[in-house]
Nanobody
Framework: QVQLAEPGGGSVQPGESLRLPCAAS????????MGWYRQAPGSAREMVAS???????QYADSVKDRFTISRDIRKRMVYLQMDSLKPEDTAVYYC?????????WGQGTQVTVSS
């Protein structure tokens, strides 16, 4: 089966932190491309962070210096650590893998940042 599970969303206040875990099934875990995307209401889905190859990471300008993507290879887990959260970060966050020419998506988890 193909599965990406990303629990861990929730509601937080501005300035607080949240960590999102993503567990990938064996057949879609990718050492080359794992990432996090988000989609706010009325907006297009955008890449937030990605990790590939030997650990090269990329971040959207809006989250640089605040978000960190990491992985645990043995556990087939990828994480998104979100610090100094802002209301603009409110969105549904999706874990994603790219393998065999296809992109796979988790079901998404809601992150809400408000006072």
């Amino acid at each position: 089966q193909v599965q990406l599970a990303e629990p861990g969303g929730g509601s937080v206040q501005p300035g607080e932190s949240l960590r999102l875990p993503c567990a990938a099934s064996n057949n879609i875990w990718s050492m080359r491309n794992m990432g996090w995307y988000r989609q706010a209401p009325g907006s297009a889905r955008e890449m937030v962070a990605s990790i590939a190859g030997g650990g090269t990471t990329q971040y959207a300008d809006s989250v640089k210096d605040r978000f960190t993507i990491s992985r645990d290879i043995r556990k087939r887990m990828v994480y998104l650590q979100m610090d100094s959260l802002k209301p603009e970060d409110t969105a549904v966050y999706y874990c994603s893998s790219f393998k065999f020419g296809q992109q796979y998506w988790g079901q998404g988890t809601q992150v809400t940042v408000s006072s």
